[in-house]
């Protein structure tokens, strides 16, 4: 027998695909990407998700990119969101559809998860378990090993393929159960269960839900979420400030030619910025102050920086003389804080 266990990049789904590999049952440990998920960061040194599958399951982790089709989801979820921008019903449900499509062409008779009844408020709680069942099309085909005792018989269970006694009844939120399953597995080092979704963070959903209002919503511009300060100017231009050198490089390598990247003169310490959109020159100033308030002045009252643009330039900016193309010389004093306010995303 084989089955699919869903790899999230916690301790869960690692323990879920263990307890039913231990039973000797085949475990094909399988991670849908997908552009709002963090990986875990406290993993031992030189270790990463794939590394800690290998160790731990004795199995190489497969991954299959689902961004687009769950873009498309994330544009009117079927059963809404959760406390910020995350359709964790919906999520679930996509990626078990995309599960169960493999049945055939990898011989795999059920799917395994690392879901724990009463964990999570939205996607957890034992109706939403059951809809995430029945709307993937696993009715029967699902288990869930760690709460499995709280739940209904599977088709794995009722068939013998799995031995129900030896899976477990972990409810709620605490995580002490997990933990000592974990040990006696010697299962070491593995992930904390904080900040594995974007989607659930109150700001970078502020920033999603701007991208979507202005038909934006694209792989590119969700990366560049992930980075800078973000500035909505108008309906149709954004500014991002890099906060590091790590940011200003990143922000400098997905500029495209149709975008402006403000980069501080050669005596001014600050950050690069990257405008996008349609800019005229009142933008281009109003960026150039923008940026010059995260510049360090040494006592100046102004800030130069130059504009770089690899398209053409554009016909006119008024008092700015794109006539002479880009770079362009620009000079500003800093935003205020309150109109800093007014922008930020």
């Known amino acids: 027998m084989k089955a699919i266990a869903m790899i999230s990049g916690g301790l869960d789904s690692i323990l879920a695909a263990r307890i039913v590999k231990e039973q000797g049952i085949k475990v094909i440990p399988l991670n849908f990407k997908i552009p709002f998920c963090q990986r875990k960061k406290n993993f031992r040194p030189n270790q990463d998700l794939a590394t800690f599958v290998r160790n731990n399951l004795g199995e190489e982790l497969k991954e299959i990119d689902i961004s687009e089709d769950f873009l498309n989801l994330l544009l009117e979820p079927k059963h809404g969101f959760g406390s910020q921008m995350n359709p964790c019903i919906d999520c679930k449900i996509l990626m078990l559809k995309q599960a169960k499509k493999l049945f055939d062409s990898w011989q795999v008779q059920f799917v395994i998860t690392g879901e724990v009844l009463g964990q999570r408020p939205m996607s957890q709680h034992r109706r939403a378990l059951e809809a995430i069942e029945k709307e993937s099309g696993l009715e029967g085909l699902l288990l869930r090993p760690l709460c499995a005792r709280f739940l209904a018989e599977t088709i794995p269970e ?133 940026a010059t308030r995260y510049c360090d002045l040494n006592g100046e009252k102004t800030a130069k920086l130059v504009c770089y643009r690899k398209g053409p330039a554009l016909s006119s900016f008024g008092s700015i003389d794109s006539s002479k193309g880009f770079p362009l010389a620009l000079e500003a004093m800093p935003a205020s804080e309150d109109k800093l306010e007014s922008l930020r995303l």
């Open 158 to 290: 009722k068939e013998g393929w799995v031995r129900r006694q030896e899976l477990f009844n972990i409810s709620g939120r605490s995580r002490r159960a997990q933990i000592a399953l974990a040990r006696s597995f010697n299962i070491l080092d593995f992930p904390n269960a904080a900040g594995g979704c974007l989607l659930t963070d109150k700001q970078f959903s502020s920033r999603l839900q701007d991208l979507i209002n202005h038909h934006s919503l694209n792989s590119r511009n969700i990366e560049l979420l992930k980075i800078g300060r973000h500035f909505r100017l108008n309906p149709s231009a954004k500014l991002i400030v890099g906060r590091n050198e790590a940011e200003n490089l990143e922000l400098e390598k997905l500029a495209r030619g149709e975008d402006y990247l403000f980069i501080p003169g050669e005596e001014l310490a600050g950050p690069a910025s990257l405008g996008m959109g349609e800019f005229n020159d009142e933008l281009l100033q109003l960026s150039c102050a923008i």
